[in-house]
T-cell receptor, first 115, second 113 residues
């Protein structure tokens, strides 16, 4: 069974640009969550999608957005990039999503560097 | 605001020794998770603890949850080098998972041969 796939693996952008990251969950999983990991702030919740609807959102500015498609694949977008957006972005999938007491299956992440 | 504190944040130990990582959290919750992260890799789920008094064991790792004390422990027995990694605990504050998981800062564990 294939795991959670994130593309691209590495990305370099400059300030002011926008970026789109992609996540394909494990087959059959309907929930996709996104987390940002930085050395200073650690792991922080961005948002969760379930059946194409954003169910939960973390404390991030509106520049961070996402969506989920009918096949459960998800994308997140960051507009007007700032230096502080440099981070490892992790996607996680599960059957029913957060709050259900399930473990999350994480992808390998996209390492975003903003110059 | 939910706070999750792990200690220690850094631990260097020798093979064969036992040690415990502690995870304290600041609000009522009965859902606690432990994850492992190897350098440059993603997070791997270790344990899901869903009730007071829950205890789970896998190999040399054992996790427990005391919801009254708002404390979870991850105990390592007779450590081996392969257990070197960063270990995170995470708490699901509300039953609906409205705020996602709140992670601790992680415990960077190095096990010396």
């Amino acid at each position: 069974k294939a795991g959670v796939t994130q593309t691209p693996r590495y990305l370099i952008k400059t300030r002011g640009q926008q970026v789109t990251l992609s996540c394909s969950p494990i087959s059959g999983h309907r929930s996709v969550s996104w987390y940002q990991q930085t050395p200073g702030q650690g792991l922080q919740f961005l948002f969760e999608y379930f059946s194409e609807t954003q169910r939960n959102k973390g404390n991030f500015p509106g520049r961070f957005s996402g969506r989920q498609f009918s096949n459960s694949r998800s994308e997140m977008n960051v507009s007007t990039l700032e230096l502080g957006d440099s981070a490892l972005y992790l996607c996680a999938s599960s059957l029913f999503g957060q709050g259900g007491g399930e473990k999350l299956f994480f992808g390998s992440g996209t390492q975003l560097s903003v110059l | 605001e939910l706070k999750v504190e792990q200690n220690p944040l850094f631990l260097s130990m020798q093979e064969g020794k036992n040690y415990t990582i502690y995870c304290n959290y600041s609000t009522t919750s009965d859902r606690l998770y432990w994850y492992r992260q190897d350098p440059g890799k993603s997070l791997e789920s270790l344990f899901v603890l869903l009730s007071n008094g829950a205890v789970k064991q896998e190999g040399r790792l054992m996790a427990s949850l005391d919801t009254k004390a708002r404390l979870s422990t991850l105990h390592i027995t007779a450590a081996v080098h392969d257990l070197s990694a960063t270990y995170f605990c995470a708490v699901d504050e509300s039953g609906g998972g409205a705020d996602g998981l709140t992670f601790g800062k992680g415990t960077h564990l190095i096990i010396q041969p």
